[in-house]
Each structure stands twice: as structure tokens, then as C-alpha cells.
């Protein structure tokens, strides 16, 4: 028994850390103590497997883990994201863009859903923080989504799904934690993240508009008295005409000298100047533009710029996603400080949010990295990839595989625990299967996204039931009583979004090229142009232009090879040509081991290679 015991510790190993989970003990703490349980396991019982590498000095290695943890650069643009996050929902941006927006979406059927979408796309491309979009979100729409008749499955499902598109969109914490735990670039994590993003997006929004045909009784649009910023949408649509007039010719006029960067480059030149135009329009009363296309410019240019203040550094590689981040910090800071919204009360609230996180997710790295001593001295690592290579049907059932376990997972697990615990566990045999790790850690990404929005453990449903009405109120605008919502219907709503999501975990495994367009396109070479020029090894006709002293490479008391190139070797009783100007070879001196080689002494005098220079390198033409 002690021996199979000893033989399968990484198993029991892995499946008393679950046990650990599922009893409710907190996750840094089950990881820590797992990982010291099994090490003293695993050291007494050594000397009966070969499998176990455990000893006690191990131990002393656990100081150098921490502090790698404690000086890793990549986590420091967690505080500063979620710092971000927090001061722009006590900013008001949210409720600027929820109602600005609503407003633009009113006149059509579903128009507040598609709001909300469009605006939690926005929120999670500034904040990346679950929690404050759906809170936001929930706050401030659902209330004017049930006084106008949405219906409140609709609703509920809409707001929660929308508020974890911060998981996916960047900067997402959750893509920056993947990015470490699989070794790889947070910036190429973000590039191939951003398209499925987007696509996800367009998916909400696809299934809105079929629920507006199918049932149109259940998202009706506002009504007119509703509409308080009035019409303007041609007004609106000929300034972003002019708008993208004057970024193509920015566009053109810079691409001499930016090259690459000038579509980035024009496209900003565009937006600022009819941001600039749309303030002087409204402060100087010239009125040229409707008062909606004013509202919609003016709320939405700020985010817009943050979100290139903080990804469009990182994309063009002007920044890092730590200084990204931090800049994204200081722009949020400008923008609550330019509503009037900047107060000690906001500053601290975010601080201590961000320290409660970042400690949260600090602990749990340094339980991980206890765990892992101990897991890969019991080579569970290697079980683990045997196990998952061994899956029939070669990288296509792997990725079925990890993908379900990943879904069922997330009903227990939130997505941090299972970047540290699981993630970890699945790269190395995803690399072993020639699997790209960053397009592998965006599927991850939007698998871990449903983790949010499972009924009934999905911290998205719990935001969202936090801020939802329990009981009936008397809506103040329309005197009517609004019935509350339920627990019931919030996770009804969910599930066709969860839905949703697994559609986009197939479609990225279907169309990998949504992801693995950040690699880019790189140069094309014709391989019939390549010309290869090998030099010979000896000095006549082009050798490496060392002087031949009958030892070979031209040395005195060389290799002992043959002069000459070996591709043109003499016949064996042919003597060899003369050198230079003739002189005979001098005879190779005897090889005396008790002394070092001599290079350049007093033996004979170097011949000048007749064409080839060591101080150049080769030609490869």
C-alpha cells in the first residue's frame, strides 16, 4: 500500500487539493498547505520511488520563489489597471456613456441593450475590472430598462454579460495573469485577445437583434418623451465623415516618415480635431452640429483616448504594459479631476480596493508557488502532460478536453485560482503538442470568461443581484410600481450568453488566424534569390586565410588535417603546390604536449590570405 501510495503521489496529491477547495477552505491557504503536507509526505516516502525528488534542503528554495513573485514587473500593472477601473466608475464615465449612448440607440428596438453592449465594450477596454462594469451598469440601466418594459431576463443577462467583456477585452487582468503563467508577451496576449473581443461583441449584439424580430415585445424602443438630447444622427454621421476625411489625409500626409504607426497616428489627428470642434461648438453656442451629436462626441472622445493612452502605447511599443497601465492611472486621475469628481474619499476608496486585489492575488501566487515545489518534485508535471498528450485524437481532443475541464471547472473556481492552479498544469503539454501559447491562453481566456456568468456561482449574477431591486418600488418618472427582479430570472438571462460564449470558444479554435494575426505577416523571401558562399578550410583559392604550415588550418602544430580545401584533395603521391611566392612548406614542428599550442610565434611568417578578411563576416548573397 506505502508503495502504490509512493508511485501515485501526484495524483493524490492533485485531488486532495480539490478536496481542500471544496471543503471552503480560502485558496492561497489550501494551495500552502497542501504543498508542506505532501513535501513531508514525499520526503519520507523517496527512498521507495524513483518519481519522488523531494529532500529537505529543497525547502531553502521557497525564499528565492517569493521573492520572484514579489519583484515581478508583469503584476504591477494589476494595482495600476485596477486603480484605473475603480476611479473611472467614481468618475461617472459610466453613467456619461449609458446615457449618452442610450439616447443614440433610443429610437430602435433594443436600443438600450445595445448600449449597454456598446458601453460595456467601452468600460472594459478603459477599466478591465469586472465588478465595477456590471455594478455600473446595473445601477444605472436596469432601472430605465424595467420602466420602459424590457424584459427583465433580458435585461439582467444583457448587463452581466456585457460587464465580463472586461475579461477578455484589454487591458483584462485576467490576460495579464495568463501572460505570466505561460511565459509569454503581455502585449502579444493583448494583440491576439483583441479580435475575439471584438467578435464577441458583434455576437451580443447578434443575438439582441434576433431577439427584437422574434420577440419584439421584449426590448421596445424608447419612447419620445424619453429622448431628451432630441435628433442629430445626420448631423452626427457628416462630422465623423469629416472626421475620417482629415485622419486619411493625416494618414497620407505621415506615412513618408511613420510609416506603419501613420494609420495609428492619423486617426488620432482626426479624432482630436472634431473633439476640438465639437467643444468650441457647444461653448461658443455656434450650434453648427445637433445637440446629440455634440453630447455623443464630447462623452466619447475621453474614453477613447484613454483606451489609446493605455493599449495604443502598448501596441505601438512605445510603453510596456506596467507603464501602460500606469499612464492609464494618471489619465483616469485627469478625467475625474475634469468633471470635479476628484476627492480624497475617491482616491482612498480606490486604494483600498486595489490593495484588497493585489493582496488577493498576490497570496494566492505565493500558495501556488508552494504547491508547484512540491508537485513538480513528485513529477506531477510530467503525469499531467502524459495524461493530456495521451487524449485521443492528438491537439484536437486535447483542446476538447481542457476546454470542457476548464468549463466545469469554473463553476467552483474563479478565474484567478484557475490561472494559478490549472493553467500552469496545461502549457507544458500544449507546447509539446506545437500548440502557440498565446492563442492558447486567449481560448483559455474566453473559456474562463464563463466562469462569471455560471448559475449559480457566477460573481457577475452576484454583482448584479447586489444592486438589483428585491422588492417593488414607485419609479419616480413614470409614478408606476416596478416589479422587482429575481434571483431566478437573473440566472435564466445568463444562460444564453453562456451559450454564447462556448459558440466563440469554437469559432477561435475553428478560425485560429483571429488571434494569430499578431505574429504579423513578416518579410517575404523568394528562396530562388538566396545565393550561399561557404568558404573552404584551407588557404589556396578563397580558404579562411590562414597561413598553411602542412598542420591543416594553417596553425603550427595544428589539427593535422590535410592542406587544402576538403573538397579538392590531391592524389596521394602528388606533392603540394608551392605557396606564395614559392617557398617551400616548412616542416610541422614536433607536438610537444607539456607546452600550450603557440599562435603567431617564430615560426614561419603568416602568408596574406589572397581574398578573404576574418575581420568581415561571410557573404550570404
Not at 205 to 218: C, E, G, N, P, V
Not at 283 to 308: G, T
Not at 458 to 463: Q, R, T
Not at 601 to 615: H, K, R, V
Request: hydrophobic share 50%; glycine share 12%; charged share 10%.
Amino acid at each position: 500500500m506505502i508503495e502504490f501510495i509512493a508511485e501515485n503521489l501526484a495524483p493524490i496529491m492533485f485531488a486532495s487539493l480539490i478536496v481542500f477547495l471544496l471543503l471552503g477552505y480560502p485558496v492561497a491557504f489550501s494551495l500552502a498547505a497542501n504543498g508542506l503536507l505532501f513535501f513531508i509526505i514525499g520526503v519520507e516516502l523517496a527512498p521507495l520511488s524513483d518519481s519522488i525528488n523531494l529532500s529537505w534542503p529543497l525547502l531553502n528554495a521557497l525564499p528565492d520563489r517569493f521573492w520572484g513573485v514579489m519583484s515581478n514587473d508583469t503584476l504591477l500593472a494589476i494595482p495600476f489597471f485596477t486603480f484605473m477601473g475603480i476611479v473611472l466608475e467614481k468618475s461617472g464615465m459610466a453613467e456619461d456613456l449609458l446615457d449618452t449612448i442610450g439616447q443614440l440607440f433610443g429610437p430602435i428596438r433594443g436600443g438600450l441593450a445595445y448600449a449597454v453592449i456598446f458601453v460595456g465594450a467601452l468600460l472594459a477596454a478603459t477599466t478591465g475590472v469586472v465588478a465595477a462594469s456590471v455594478i455600473a451598469m446595473g445601477l444605472i440601466s436596469l432601472p430605465i430598462m424595467l420602466r420602459y418594459g424590457y424584459d427583465r431576463k433580458v435585461a439582467s443577462g444583457v448587463i452581466a454579460a456585457s460587464g465580463t467583456l472586461a475579461q477578455i477585452i484589454p487591458p483584462s487582468l485576467v490576460l495579464i495573469v495568463l501572460a505570466d503563467q505561460l511565459g509569454r508577451s503581455v502585449g502579444d496576449m493583448y494583440a491576439g485577445a483583441l479580435i475575439p473581443g471584438l467578435v464577441l461583441t458583434g455576437l451580443y449584439m447578434t443575438y439582441i437583434l434576433i431577439m427584437t424580430i422574434l420577440k419584439r415585445d421584449s426590448m421596445p424602443a424608447l419612447p419620445l418623451e424619453a429622448r431628451t438630447l432630441g435628433s442629430g444622427v445626420t448631423s452626427l454621421a457628416i462630422a465623423l465623415a469629416v472626421a475620417a476625411g482629415i485622419a486619411y489625409a493625416a494618414h497620407v500626409y505621415l506615412s513618408p516618415t511613420q510609416g506603419e504607426n501613420a494609420d495609428i497616428l492619423g486617426a488620432t489627428v482626426g479624432v482630436a480635431f472634431i473633439y476640438v470642434a465639437a467643444l468650441a461648438d457647444k461653448s461658443l453656442k455656434i450650434n453648427a452640429m445637433s445637440r446629440l451629436a455634440q453630447q455623443v462626441i464630447i462623452v466619447l472622445i475621453p474614453p477613447l483616448a484613454l483606451i489609446f493612452l493605455v493599449l495604443g502605447t502598448i501596441f505601438l511599443g512605445i510603453a510596456t504594459p506596467t507603464e501602460g497601465g500606469a499612464m492609464g492611472a494618471v489619465g483616469a486621475l485627469i478625467m475625474a479631476a475634469a468633471k470635479g469628481r476628484l476627492h480624497m474619499d475617491v482616491v482612498r476608496g480606490a486604494l483600498t480596493a486595489t490593495t484588497r486585489l493585489s493582496a488577493f492575488v498576490l497570496f494566492i501566487l505565493i500558495g501556488a508557488r508552494v504547491f508547484s515545489l512540491t508537485f513538480y518534485g513528485v513529477n506531477g508535471h510530467i503525469w499531467v502532460e502524459h495524461l493530456l498528450t495521451a487524449m485521443p485524437g492528438g491537439e484536437v481532443g486535447f483542446l476538447i478536453t481542457v476546454n470542457v475541464l476548464v468549463f466545469f471547472l469554473a463553476f467552483f473556481l474563479d478565474f484567478f485560482e484557475l490561472a494559478f492552479i490549472i493553467v500552469p498544469l496545461l502549457a507544458p503539454a500544449a507546447d509539446k503538442l506545437g500548440i502557440d501559447l498565446i492563442w492558447f491562453g486567449v481560448l483559455l481566456g474566453i473559456n474562463m470568461q464563463t466562469s462569471f456568468m455560471h448559475p449559480p456561482f457566477g460573481f457577475a449574477l452576484f454583482y448584479l443581484r447586489s444592486v438589483a431591486a428585491r422588492v417593488p418600488y414607485l419609479d419616480k418618472i413614470t409614478g408606476k410600481t416596478i416589479q422587482p427582479v429575481t434571483t431566478g430570472q437573473i440566472y435564466w438571462g445568463a444562460v444564453p450568453f453562456v451559450g454564447i460564449q462556448i459558440l466563440m470558444v469554437a469559432l477561435t479554435i475553428m478560425f485560429p488566424q483571429m488571434v494569430m494575426h499578431y505574429k504579423g505577416t513578416g518579410a517575404v523571401v523568394d528562396p530562388n534569390t538566396i545565393k550561399i558562399e561557404v568558404p573552404g578550410f584551407g588557404t589556396g583559392g578563397g580558404g579562411l586565410g590562414l597561413p598553411d604550415n602542412g598542420g591543416g588550418l594553417g596553425l603550427p602544430g595544428g589539427l593535422q588535417l590535410p592542406g587544402g580545401s576538403p573538397l579538392d584533395q590531391k592524389p596521394a603521391d602528388q606533392k603540394p603546390a608551392d605557396q606564395g611566392g614559392g617557398a617551400p612548406p616548412q616542416p610541422a614542428p614536433s607536438n610537444d604536449l607539456s607546452q600550450p599550442p603557440s599562435f603567431g610565434g617564430t615560426g614561419a611568417q603568416p602568408q596574406t590570405a589572397p581574398s578573404n578578411d576574418l575581420s568581415q563576416p561571410p557573404s550570404f548573397k
